[in-house]
């Protein structure tokens, strides 16, 4: 009897949390925006095209509301840890994106995002690793500024 009423007990629990109810944001709250110009400004051109591919894919023709997206992008590599004979064994790279919208109105977003890399021995491999870095956060900022449009507008 006490098995029975644990096990009930354990299934009634799993139930429970397996049906928590979340619901992404974008599917939720689709964007219905049509996006006429996405350009970026000032900083990295190669990271901005990976926002505008990302950031596009949401943008509707048939929208009635028109946005204009304009990017300021802004790279820095910090150095995190030195070993014991001064070389540098990691940097903490970080992405800054100001991200100013203009439509009926004008508003300006910002959005940062920090991720550390390992120096290694060749520094092609360091350039590929820090490359790799900033495109991965560069398509977390495009997640953030799809969030963004799908809650402001």
Known sequence: MKIFLKLLIIINV????SSCGFKSLVQENPINLNIKNFITQKGDKKLGKII???VMLYSSK???KNIDIILE?????????KNLKNRVTK??????????????FEDKFTFNKTSSTTV??????NFLEEERVYA???KRIADDIK???????
């Not at 799993?14 to 949390?17: A, D, N, P, V």
């Not at 290694?120 to 491999?125: E, H, I, K, Q, V």
């Open 14 to 17: 799993l139930l429970f949390l």
């Open 52 to 54: 505008r591919s990302d």
């Open 62 to 64: 048939e929208a009635k």
């Open 73 to 81: 992008i802004d790279k820095q590599k910090q150095i995190r840890e």
């Open 91 to 104: 940097y903490n790279l970080t992405l800054n994106v100001a991200v100013f919208v203009k439509g009926d």
């Open 120 to 125: 290694t021995a060749s520094s092609f491999n």
């Open 136 to 138: 991965n956060l560069s």
């Open 147 to 153: 969030n963004m449009l799908a809650l402001n507008y």
